[in-house]
């Protein structure tokens, strides 16, 4: 249970493209695509990029709200 929720980035706080592309099940590439994009919720903070789970979530839940 440990790994799965290291591997998967359930329980974080705060995100980093690796764990948005293990939850999308999307690549590399698209993940930081996605994080740079004007309208995803993501800051820089040095080199990284991060993004809290609540901002995540909310961003989640309203772009699939616009597909339906």
């Known amino acids: 249970m440990l790994v799965e929720t290291r591997e ?37 903070l040095g080199r990284s990029w991060l993004i809290s789970r609540a901002a995540f979530e909310r961003w989640l839940e309203q772009r699939d709200a616009i597909d339906h």
């Open 8 to 44: 998967s980035g359930e329980g974080k706080v705060v995100l980093r493209p690796r764990d948005v592309q293990k939850l999308l099940g999307i690549g590399r590439n698209q993940a930081y695509h996605l994080f740079r994009r004007p309208d995803f919720p993501a800051k820089r």
